[in-house]
């Protein structure tokens, strides 16, 4: 059951606990995964194989499959299967092909032009989860917009199954993205074998995708102690839910559920102005849980959940934007009320009839999504995420002189004489 709490009874102190998720008290994740990524850093393709079999209980004697066995592993997708993947590509396509735009040039001054080109990374890394789940849908989400940025080198990085391949979902995935070798990598070894490389997989640029704790952690400890860059801190997923009395209990419960069941560290927050309806919701959990094939997991992570009665929904929208959400629904039929409130929140689901699940597939937005309050200061991933954009000047004669005389005040009063004179030669000339 939701342990709920009434807002108005809530000081500022305890709010901020119930935002805190996945904190890692006593180091135990960070100093597990630093060691993982000086192993992996000391003995490469070693370090890989011996972890593969700690953690996945298989001795690997190749660290990626081909395009000729991801072909044979994407012979066993049946036919609905391909349509369904098919569709959501065409969806995730036509929503972040228009992201990809050209800047026009800016004339800041008379003879001074200024203006930005965009330029893809050339190595991106995309980590495909593949634990309690395997997530095909990520795959198409990283690896679609990486496309349309024009990326010149795609690694991707994913836990081998049991029979030391990948899932046919993800192989056939691979063909749609023209993605010819999969490295059977996960985990924070994964992110420390992108980072720094290893004798098969290459050192990266960026590091892409969601993962747990561990994955997270590695990639937060290599964006600081490396040159690789990382999309975000995309850790375990969650979801808030601002309901009224428009909504639909067992919607709400389902939504609830569809987080859930994701793994045992995420989280699902009700917060709604009706004490009825959580009752509702309460009920549609407990029923609805009985006939999920991942209840144990589900459960665990409800025990980790909550609800908040709120005294009114602007005030429910508050508590949402400190707790920043990955994913918000709003469901209430008072949905277009509330949208120029939220500031903070990963990806947004308005009116009923918009579940978590339809952006998660084939709606088109990224689901790849800043988690744990990172939605305050990071977007989720797009083709901006795969690009920089480089900023290029120009300027003419009549431009040096209407602009000079400025810059040379400016740098003399900074004091940085040389810069006053890379002008001033100029000018005389």
Known sequence: MLNVFKLSDLDQKKISELCLRNVDGNNDIKNTVA??????????????????????GIQLQQLYIGKEEID??????????KQALQLAYSNIRKFHEPQLISESK??????????????????VGLYIPGGTAV??????MLGIPARIAGCAEIVV??????????????????????IGKIYLVGGAQAVAAMAYGTESIP????????????????KTIIQSESQTAIDMPAGPSEVLIIADQTANAAFVAADMLAQAEHGVDSQAVLVSDSMDLIDQTQKEILKQIKDLPRQEIAAKAIENSFAILAEDLNLAMGFSNEYAPEHLILATDTWESLTSKIINAGSVFLGHLTPESAGDYASGTNHTL??????KAHSGVSVDSFVKKITFQHITRIGIENLGPTVEVLAELEGLDAHKNAITVRLKD
């Open 157 to 178: 990085c994913s836990p081998p199954q049991k029979d030391g391949k990948v899932n046919p979902y993800l192989a056939y995935c691979a063909q749609l993205l023209n």
């Open 72 to 81: 044979r592993l994407a012979l066993h997708v049946g036919n609905a299967e």
């Open 203 to 218: 050192k990266v640029n960026k590091i892409f995708g969601p993962g747990n704790q561990y994955v997270t952690k590695a």
């Open 106 to 123: 800016i004339e800041t001054s008379n003879g001074v032009v200024c203006w930005r080109e965009t330029r893809a990374i050339e190595k």
């Open 135 to 140: 997530l095909p849908s990520t795959f198409l």
């Open 35 to 56: 060691d993982i990524i000086e192993e992996v850093k000391l003995n490469g393709d070693r370090a890989l194989r011996g972890f593969a079999e700690k953690f996945d």
């Open 370 to 375: 800043p988690t744990s309050s990172f939605a």
